[in-house]
């Protein structure tokens, strides 16, 4: 389809989407869909998207973003042309548990979730009968603390022979390096067990029955090196009682970090995400 | 503040947002929010809310209405210039209980509902002190169905005397005449204490325990002639268990109609809310 | 496992508590679960789930059960004991969409929902191949209104040769005859796409979409011969905007769905569902 | 009315509901709720909650406690009988904020909330004039860090006088002491404005609002000299954006508190909480 979308962030001021929606409709563009966040009306960043149809896009590409950079460059801004028809090439990462593997595979083929998903990499196998039935290259790799660089090696190799642009912890429970963080900068989606701030770190719903909280939750956000203090883009919550012990959280959390994840990973694959210093708008 | 905002709903065709935005542009006016919608991007119509701020808008008004006029008739547009300067008059009609009347003032009082209260209109005495006590017009006004006319006479007389631009139904238990409500088109906000279309009418609660529901709503709407059948600003719910009789379903109902309400009407001042047929688009 | 769960309806009056606790204590039973639900203290009806677990249960069950007699007959108790040991027999019935099959075998398979699914029934091929990588059998009858008695003649000839005690209805879109619903007394759980009672009978979401609601629905109820008003066993809801085309409202229901039946079916599967007169109690 | 409860909590064993039940049973007693929870069928703990109707109970209750010393040393219970008629003596503390002692004195004039409001107890005057409004007695103690025990000296004075049993902390600003904390054990309930554990201590929605969460919440909980670490009683959630600023978050975070706020203080009223360690359970 020739759709686009275009993400941008530049200084507050008079004139930027009046700049734009002329530039966008001197090349025959309508815009679909636009949303718009002004952090400070005087003197903070202004952040749009618009996604918008043009007539032979494919063909006007490189046309219309190297016009664009006058525009850019007056107004100082970041941007990011995103076209519909480029799906996005994604990797999954998984542990034992599949219950998020699953949702995001079911979404995908509904049509909920369009993305090409270049492959599967777990430390278990699993997994590995259900990527096959799909025909989705699966990679097993056993990964612990002390081979973390070699198995990270592997695995950076792997997603470059298939051109991974985002990939999805999900519910993959090692550690990732620095190093392989940096290659991926606000693009490893994670699901986190528990309501972030809320229980950092390991073995959440164990401290939430601990705690006694009334509602437990999940957090998708990405992945920085700092441990869950990642960008947060989505959570979820569900009611808890004092009936439920650790296994009942654990049962109740996996339908909550399913629906976060697929959501979080959902708005990441329609460009809606932007992210600004540590937080994200979501539009 | 020299804040306005500006509603259009027009046939959908590339170009719109291009103009208006330049048009403001033009005035040095910046846009602090803008929301659109297209009902069909191929043939359907375009509907946008703009906020900005414009510099000395309040002695340029006139003068930028009236430079509109040409964008206005190129794009065939409905359209409303709205100023956060003009606070909207408004009047509460409530009957006996008076628990969404009390969120709306209270509301009020903390600045999260602007509007000018006019009066207070009921067919029961009980809210007399609370109107009383903040120095609110109250005029109390016995009603029932064989003297509806003589009732409407006199409440329109008193809406005119105040100049009424919004009336708020908050619990106000008679029927209006399509003669009142022909004279308020958009201006009537109702809240009907069930989850509509369900238990459309009298004794929604009595109707939702006879059915068993496990869930039970409110909805603030616009009122037209036909009963509870306007267009829908807002909805909300609650769950309810076998547990609760008719009495719990009021209680806990009372609790969703005065958010539901609050937040329709806080929409609506807000100039959020746009009547498209019969239902609403609230950006 | 030697647990049981004892379900009773009577009048309400002094003792009963005392009578029924007093006859498990003497029997060793330890009780792990108690609810109990006063129709009206005074003259109503009393409902009560024991959960209790008794040593050797399964060589003591119709010893304990005969016993009860005597209580039950003082009370004028209707009663049933249940065994935990007792997986349930289901079949599952579906059309073309399986998001609601998919839910239910996932969380089967996740231990989640304990049942013995005897068959998967569909008028469309669909789900075939999913039922056979589980090895549940899967029996195509395709359907339509015209040979009705013939199609559910085969049903029934297969439920009974399945021993089948509970039937699901996920998203089966044919419309069962009052001789089929007859067999299955309270034994028949279907999913109906839409806030019940808003939106009875066929095209929910489109009807959904008409009306300009702002939340959309699901229900999980017992099927009777009154299409759509059978007792309610679970609803849920999701907040939905004008942004939302009927396609939009039928994958947001989807999730609500899925989770709304597989609450329905586990709540059926722990007997914790009472039905009294058109309604449920959900304990 | 005759009306009390009974909460108990014991080594769990068989036999605890019978000897109970048939107690009651022997009084006349209808027992009219029923609830319990085990925490470790196996060697963990019981608890029960039973609501019961006793003919004459105003003159019976001594001779019933009496009485009940048998079985509770044979259970080794810890228990509590409570009396409807025994309507409980609140103080409400509150400070310049007065948006959760609002909502409780409306759900108290609603029938709500059943309560003796004794005093309102400020550090600030905003609350004198509606304290008045309804003939509460008012304190006005001025508050701060280096004044704390005098403070604190004429509070406890003041709610001796008044028999206080239970102290409502409604967005009260000032930290108390341990020793005051110690005299009203599982007596104070509070309301932070976070879902705790998650932004424990001060400048809650600051914090949320640097993080970029996309939920925000409150907790009710008892007070103990950890702060905000005490036993949770209630939480709630609303949804937020990255259009919310500090301001917005606390605006929504105003409504999530009173509703919290005056869940928790109403269970407690009813005497639904039990206090296990650092844990409640709600019945």
């Known amino acids: 389809k020739d759709v686009a979308r275009l993400l941008i962030k530049c200084p507050d001021q008079p004139g930027i989407v009046s700049a734009v929606s002329t530039f966008l409709m001197n090349y025959g563009a309508n815009i679909i869909e636009s949303s718009q966040y002004s952090a400070n009306p005087e003197g903070g960043n202004f952040f749009i998207r618009m996604e918008f ?70 430390n278990s196998e699993n997994a590995e009968q259900l990527a096959k039935s799909l025909n989705i290259p699966f990679y097993y790799i056993p990964a612990n603390k002390d081979i973390r660089m070699q198995v990270e090696e592997k695995q950076m190799r792997i997603l470059k022979e298939h051109d991974i642009e985002l990939i999805i912890l999900a519910r993959y429970m090692q550690i990732l390096t620095p190093n392989f963080v940096s290659h991926y900068p606000n693009q490893i989606i994670n699901i986190h067990h528990s309501f972030l701030p809320a229980f950092i770190g390991a073995r959440p719903y164990e401290r939430a029955y601990e705690r006694g909280v009334k509602l437990i939750g999940a957090t998708s956000h990405y992945v920085t090196n700092d441990l869950d203090e990642g960008p947060i883009i989505e959570q979820g919550v569900e009611r808890v009682s004092h009936h439920d012990k650790v296994d009942d959280l654990k049962r109740i959390g996996r339908n909550i970090e399913r629906s976060v994840l697929a959501r979080g990973v959902k708005w990441h694959l329609q460009d809606r995400v932007i992210v600004d210093g540590n937080k994200t708008i979501v539009f």
């Open 53 to 122: 149809s043009c007539p032979d896009l494919h063909t006007r590409r490189s046309d219309i973003e190297q016009s664009f950079q006058e525009i850019s460059t007056k107004f100082n801004m970041d941007y990011e042309f995103k076209y519909v028809s480029d799906i996005k090439k994604t990797a999954i990462f998984v542990s034992k548990e599949l219950h998020c593997l699953m949702e995001l595979l079911w979404e995908w083929q509904n049509g909920d979730l369009i993305m090409d998903i270049g492959c599967i990499i777990s």
